[in-house]
């Protein structure tokens, strides 16, 4: 499938009719596999052999499925991108255009995806080694985050309510932070994905200033 076929869906994914609720994600046991082999040790440092060994299939029949490791990487990181686009605009869609919740609901959005899906969301920092084209693929896709919360950045800044004088960097200290989460997050520690998505919402609104209406 080319970039083209399914920039719909990774732009604004299928519905989800509710947003907070991360349910397991339904992978196949290859992709299940390797984004176990690539979360332990890179994909640098993972082999397609050793992750056709933990699936239990030889080689082949794993190239029958994927390309290349590089396939492998790829489909997981749509996966991901797809995944956290949907629920940013089902979060902001379900904020009724007030703009202070709309920016709230993103950003819990996005964390509660950071810490709930850990895994899948650290391997966005593996996105270095794609091949030119499908670096230049994810980019432009995982633009879509990006363009949102800037958005609603400036939307809020134009209407008085945000305290804003560079959106484009706000909007990237915005993201950046909630992009760090899978570094240092363990779900054993001591703060749940809810109570993190609540410290990072009123840091966020702290960022841009934000007052009451």
């Not at 499938?1 to 719909?8: C, F, K, V």
């Not at 949102?148 to 945000?162: C, K, N, P, S």
Request: proline share 4%.
């Amino acid at each position: 499938m080319g970039a083209s076929d399914n920039a719909d869906t990774l732009t604004h994914g299928e519905a989800i009719p509710d947003w907070r609720v991360l349910e397991p994600m339904d992978l196949s046991p290859i992709l299940s596999a390797a984004l176990d082999a690539f979360y332990e040790t890179g994909f640098h440092g993972t082999s397609v052999r050793e992750i056709a060994r933990r699936v239990g299939v030889t080689v082949p029949a794993l190239y029958y499925h994927h390309e290349n490791k590089e396939g492998l990487l790829i489909a997981l990181l749509e996966l991901s991108t797809s995944d956290v686009l949907s629920r940013a605009h089902a979060a902001d869609e379900d904020a009724g255009g007030d703009i202070v919740q709309r920016l709230s609901n993103v950003i819990e959005a996005i964390v509660l995806r950071m810490t709930m899906r850990a895994r899948l969301a650290a391997l966005e920092g593996e996105a270095r080694y794609l091949s030119p084209e499908n670096r230049q693929r994810y980019r432009e896709v995982r633009k879509g985050v990006e363009r949102l919360v800037r958005q609603i950045v400036e939307e809020g800044t134009e209407a008085g309510v945000f305290d804003v004088e560079d959106p484009a960097e706000t909007t990237r200290a915005l993201l950046g932070m909630c992009q760090s989460i899978p570094r240092w997050y363990h779900a054993q520690g001591t703060l749940g994905p809810e109570a993190v998505a609540k410290k990072y919402v009123n840091i966020a609104l702290k960022m841009v200033g934000a007052r009451s209406e």
